[in-house]
């Protein structure tokens, strides 16, 4: 079967098939098979039929890419784009989405979902209203739910996220079976229990395509200083040579050399040890940079740190290594994107940058300046990025393969202590390595010095055998879910909905198990020994702990919860704060606590959104921001607000929710200056801190601007605050924080 050209792969072709006879899918493949061409066939037989379709993605970077790639393809008059900070063209055929806003979209309406045309969107008022500056993700609707095809959902194995999986398990509860799902999803050990689930709840059979293997394969080997680059057999052999050259006291001086370079480690072979210092510390980027031949880029070099990505792109462009690199770089070509760029955003490239730029060696990181990350973005698809540092989240979805991924290390902090990559991360990030139709492999680079080899041996061999661990619910709603449920349907109804998550599909099988086990003990006989009694009662421990309605007991609490503060009547009816809460989507309970306590009622728009600004970002610990001139007033209302931040119902709501509010009152003024119509740069100039802290500015005043949105739904019969945010919303959005091209 052929498909734009190109002859589909097995897989591939299993699943277009699927999607011909009307069938929902879920493609599990490695990262950088091609999984995504599915997906784009079902969006080209849709939009033919003259029907609309829907893309979930679970990032922005991931968003932005689809968007600019689906604009270009199919005209983008044709093309949506709705994410938690940018809405364009709402109502096109095709929308790409954050999977939290269509989730929040079926979650609206108090009835079947059914949506409206602008005119009827609230009332006659606001549909002139509805432009790009005063349009805001939680206004989006399904305007006509009968033409809605399918949704995609990329990367469905999100659901095991800790922080944002239960929105995946929400969407396709809430999603009408009638709509057909196309999942994508990176290599499960547990692909058929997910598929069962969604077959399950989808009351039809979703048909499960599988390929295990990659069309370009992957080559691991290991780097540094000492030994240069090995495979990992050969690497564990001069590891174990110095383990016992060190105990016979030869220490580093040991014959024969022991030292690998570049590709002879498939000969077995050793040769000289890179270039540059000897010195006793750890192996450094440079040292891996130092033993890539020519042939071995693009790189994508992946540490987890923002700071980092910075330092070792500027350390490697100071280098002679870097400079070598440089010269292979389309120099011309990288200038004259440059020049484009700075016609269209002036003084946004420091000198120092565009130096490193013109070389093809850059940095990618959330936090970047959003025109930033877009140029280079862009550079990296055009293929004139030779080395690129980059976070983790450069691998999530993102189709930027490289000729190599480095790994500067196999392990990363999580936010508590230091962690081993999980299987799923790592091929997530190595299957980056090879370009199909250009390279005849990718090669996997890490880099990891002979001292520590012991301490990772388990992490090592547990990754490089690939074996992905299994996808496993963490569903937990959130406030705004348990009263738009209650709002919507009675306890009932509500109660089967959660017996129909993935949760509790999965207690279901482990309660299965172990009444199997117990089953097993019982036809062994003797179940009277000493022995067995106690393993049966452990066992059915374990079956009653299984089989308790956990989720029901945990929305219980949360309605309980809310009942104590009023915002429930006892017989779970929404008042006033309930009807306050449904309409907010983000810092729930803080912000809903803020309108209640009139905290945000006498603040100018500006200072609204300044509020609002503290409440949509944090800021690192390094960060310093500039104490405003008029301090006394700012502090006072930091004052009001963190009074509300420290309260019980906060602090109650934190706990139950698993998760922390956010109140960053260093942010707020800021917020105001941007508001006011001060420049990013002046903005940025506040702040001091080791890294670009542009990207979360800009993330920041998005996501403030749809929280302001959202207030002021709620003061809707307030025609002068209204007609104020709206003002806002519109000076607010500017052009320096709306580039996704």
């Known amino acids: 079967m052929k498909y734009n050209g190109l002859t589909l792969d097995r897989f591939q072709e299993e699943a277009c098939r699927a999607i011909d006879a009307g069938k929902s899918v879920l493609v599990s493949a490695p990262t950088g098979t091609g999984k995504t061409m599915v997906a784009d066939y079902l969006i080209e037989q849709t939009l033919n039929d003259g029907r609309e379709i829907i893309y979930t993605a679970p990032i922005k970077a991931l968003s932005n890419q689809k ?17 938690g900070d940018m809405v364009i063209n709402p109502y096109a055929p095709l929308r790409i989405m954050t999977t939290e806003i269509l989730r929040n979209i079926l979650l609206q309406e108090s009835n079947d979902i059914e949506t409206r045309d602008d005119s009827e969107a609230i009332d006659d008022e606001i549909a002139d209203e509805l432009d790009k500056t005063t349009f805001i993700p939680s206004d989006t609707q399904i305007r006509d739910l009968d033409r809605l095809e399918a949704v995609i959902i990329d990367e469905i194995h999100f659901l095991d996220d800790p922080d944002r999986g239960t929105v995946w398990e929400e969407l396709l509860i809430y999603l009408p079976s009638s709509i057909r799902i196309c999942g994508l999803s990176a290599t499960l050990s547990n692909m058929q229990e997910f598929a069962e689930w969604l077959s399950e709840i989808r009351e039809t059979e979703v048909k499960v395509v599988i390929e295990e293997q990659r069309s370009v394969p992957l080559q691991f080997t290991f780097v540094n200083k000492e030994l240069g680059r090995l495979s990992p057999k050969n690497y564990k052999k001069q590891v174990s040579k110095l383990g016992k050259e060190n105990r016979d006291g030869g220490g580093r001086g040991r014959k024969g050399g022991g030292r690998g370079r570049d590709n002879d480690y498939k000969k077995g072979k050793n040769r000289k040890a890179p270039r540059g210092k000897r010195g006793r510390g750890g192996s450094s980027h440079l040292d891996v940079f130092d033993v890539l031949e020519g042939d071995h880029y693009p790189a994508l070099y992946f540490i987890y740190s923002r700071k980092m990505t910075e330092m070792l792109s500027a350390q490697l462009a100071d280098s002679n290594i870097g400079r070598s690199i440089g010269g292979r770089a389309d120099k011309r070509e990288l200038k004259k994107h440059i020049a484009d760029f700075e016609a269209k955003h002036p003084k946004v490239l420091s000198r120092k940058l ?47 393969p490289a000729r190599t991924v480095v790994f500067d290390d196999i392990t990363k902090f999580n936010g508590v202590e230091i962690v081993p990559l999980s299987v799923r991360e790592f091929m997530q990030m190595a299957g980056r390595a090879g370009r199909r139709g250009i390279d005849a492999h990718g090669d996997v680079v890490i880099k990891l010095d002979p001292k520590s080899y012991k301490e990772h041996e388990e992490v090592i061999a547990k990754l490089l055998k690939k074996e992905s661990e299994p996808v496993s619910s963490s569903f937990n709603l959130s406030f705004n ?51 067995n009694r106690k393993k049966v009662a452990h066992l059915k421990r374990l079956l009653n702990d299984a089989k308790r309605p956990r989720l029901w007991e945990q929305f219980q609490k949360k309605v309980v919860f809310l009942q104590s503060y009023d915002y429930l009547t006892e017989h779970m009816e929404l008042n006033a704060p309930g009807r306050i809460l449904k309409n907010i989507q983000f810092e729930e309970i803080f912000v809903t606590e803020l309108i209640l306590a009139g905290t945000l009622e006498h603040l100018t728009p ?77 903005i940025i100039n506040e702040i001091d801190n080791p890294t670009d802290l542009s990207g979360d500015l800009i993330g920041a005043f998005r996501r403030a601007k749809d929280l302001v949105g959202q207030v002021r739904k709620i003061n809707w019969e307030d025609v002068e605050r209204r007609d104020a945010l709206r003002d806002l919303m519109r000076r607010v959005t500017r052009d320096e924080v709306e580039v996704v091209s």
Request: hydrophobic share 40%; charged share 30%; net charge negative.
């Open 67 to 83: 968007y600019r790639e689906y604009s270009k393809r199919f005209g983008s008059d044709k093309v949506g784009l709705v994410t």
């Open 354 to 400: 565009k130096t490193q730029l013109t070389m093809g060696i850059a940095f990618h990181h959330a936090g970047l300046h959003v025109a930033i990350k877009s140029l280079v973005e862009g550079l990296y698809e055009a293929r004139l990025i030779q080395v690129l540092y980059c976070t983790s989240t450069f691998a999530l979805g993102i189709n930027m």
């Open 606 to 682: 500006e200072e609204l959104f300044g509020v609002m600004t503290g409440l949509s970002q944090n800021l690192p610990r390094t960060a310093r921001v500039s104490r405003p001139a008029d301090h006394e007033r700012w502090d006072k209302i930091i004052d009001d607000v963190e009074y509300i931040f420290d309260s019980d119902i906060v602090y109650g709501a934190q706990q139950l929710a698993g998760n922390e509010s956010t109140c960053t009152g260093q942010l707020m003024p800021l917020g105001e200056m941007w508001a006011e119509g001060k420049s990013l740069a002046e």
């Open 481 to 531: 879910s348990v009263v738009s449920l209650l709002d919507r349907y009675d306890e009932k109804k509500i109660r089967r909905i959660l017996e129909r998550s993935f949760k509790s599909h999965q207690l279901a099988l482990r309660a299965d198990t172990l009444s199997d086990e117990i089953e097993d003990v019982a036809d062994k006989g003797d179940v009277d020994s000493k022995a």
